[in-house]
Each structure stands twice: as structure tokens, then as C-alpha cells.
């Protein structure tokens, strides 16, 4: 059963840094790409960054460039988003997602899904995990 776990949530001081993980079982994530989404209390869900497994591309909200990056381990089935600079206005419910290949058949092999920022174009949610700014 292919699915995502979260983790590294925490509560942090502003200008504190966290580092979250998705880790990922029952796949292996070449040419998927995970996405990172947040979510605050009383607020729609957010687009954080996205990476494109195997070729390394990313995306990043405006709001995050400079301050968070996104990473896949080297040997493991993992994605992490390393938060730095972190303020108040960050605290959410942070989840990964992750957006499945497309199989070429004429070619008999899968093409790398494209990172991007939209929600619907993820298929398979974790739980969330909490980060919670403040002083």
C-alpha cells in the first residue's frame, strides 16, 4: 500500500528552524513528485514547495524562497523541507503529497511527474504533521 508519513513537526521560536520528513513505503518515489502543503487554522490549504524526484527540479511559494528547502535523501525514500528564519504566520499543518509517474508505453517506462503547486494534482496525502511558531 503506497502511502506517506510525516514527521518533525514541533513547536519553535521565531526565527527558529525545523526539519520536516515524508517518508514514503510501499513505492519507491523515482519520478513521482511530493509536494509540500500547509494548512492554518481558519484558512485554505497552502501550496509550500514541490520537488520532481528525478530530475531535481523544485518550486517554492514566494513567501518561502530563501528560507525553506526541499531535499530527497540520498538512501533513503524520504523528502525533507528544511525551515529556516521561521515565523508566527508558519504555523499550519504542514503535509506531503505525492504525484504518481505517467507510464510512456510506447517507450515502456514511466515519465517524471512535473512538480507543481496545485493540490489537486496529488494523489496520496499524509496525516500532517504540526509546526507551531511562536515565542
Known amino acids: 500500500q503506497m502511502q506517506v508519513v510525516e514527521s518533525g513537526g514541533g513547536l519553535v521560536q521565531p526565527g527558529g528552524s525545523l526539519r520536516l520528513s515524508c517518508a514514503a513505503s510501499?513505492?519507491?518515489?523515482?519520478?513521482?513528485?511530493v509536494g509540500w502543503f500547509r494548512q492554518a487554522p481558519g484558512q485554505g490549504p497552502e501550496g509550500v514547495s514541490c520537488?520532481?524526484?528525478?530530475?531535481?527540479?523544485?518550486l517554492y511559494a514566494d513567501s518561502m524562497k530563501g528560507r525553506f528547502t526541499i531535499s530527497r535523501g540520498i538512501d533513503d525514500n524520504t523528502v525533507y523541507l528544511e525551515m529556516h528564519s521561521l515565523k508566527p504566520e508558519d504555523t499550519a499543518m504542514y503535509y506531503c503529497?505525492?504525484?504518481?509517474?505517467?507510464?510512456?508505453?510506447?517507450?515502456?517506462?514511466?515519465?517524471?511527474?512535473?512538480?507543481?503547486?496545485?493540490?489537486?494534482?496529488?494523489?496520496?496525502w499524509g496525516q500532517g504533521t504540526q509546526v507551531t511558531v511562536s515565542s
Open positions: 503529497a505525492i504525484r504518481k509517474p505517467f507510464w510512456i508505453q510506447d517507450l515502456n517506462r514511466p515519465e517524471q511527474a512535473p512538480c507543481v503547486m496545485s493540490q489537486d494534482s496529488y494523489e496520496v
Open positions: 510501499g513505492f519507491h518515489l523515482d519520478y513521482y513528485a
Open positions: 520537488i520532481s524526484i528525478s530530475d531535481g527540479k523544485t
